[in-house]
């Protein structure tokens, strides 16, 4: 949702992927933005203010579009795989994301949406994914695979991690 009026949406009726701002009482017409430059989209978040959309590319890149201009903005880009679990902060400044390193690590990278510095907030150690912003704004959530503790496999005289993905909060 981009406002209480509107969504956002992904459309290719025009052979490649754009946003389409669809406003929710049908009263305007629907307005389609940044057609071309996006890629094809894997991930997709409104900020709370609905003012920005971030979206992550097949082609790796984290990109914010202003949903009043269509202006696309690149935040971010690797060549090591997609990035996802695209999430905004609750006062609309931050952007977080799980960003890929080699397989099958990932971090969590933060960004201001006003177009500062990119944080790395995890190693590139583990496997963090699905970031998400306390309602307060102040931590940050994630859910890491870093617990390696082995226990006995039920079926096969193994030892198995079990349990390895767990929350975690910055």
């Not at 406002?3 to 946003?19: E, K, Y």
């Not at 990109?63 to 006062?91: I, K, W």
Request: hydrophobic share 40%; aromatic share 6%; proline share 6%.
């Amino acid at each position: 949702t981009t406002d209480q009026g509107s969504v956002v949406v992904v459309t290719d009726a025009d052979g490649d992927d754009a946003l389409e701002i669809v406003s929710l009482d049908g009263r305007t017409a629907p307005r389609r933005v940044a057609g071309g430059r996006l890629g094809r989209v894997l991930d997709l978040a409104a900020s709370p203010d609905g003012r920005l959309v971030a979206a992550a590319s097949h082609d790796g890149r984290v990109l914010l579009v202003e949903v009043g201009s269509g202006e696309v903005r690149q935040v971010d880009a690797t060549a090591d795989g997609d990035a996802g679990g695209l999430a905004f902060s609750p006062d609309s400044r931050w952007l977080a994301w799980s960003h890929p390193g080699p397989d099958p690590l990932r971090q969590i990278r933060l960004a201001p949406v006003d177009g500062g510095e990119v944080i790395e907030a995890t190693s590139l150690r583990f496997t963090d994914t699905e970031p998400v912003f306390t309602l307060d704004g102040k931590h940050l959530a994630f859910l890491s695979v870093r617990t390696l503790d082995p226990v006995y496999d039920a079926f096969v005289f193994d030892m198995s991690f079990l349990a390895g993905t767990r929350p975690y909060l910055l």
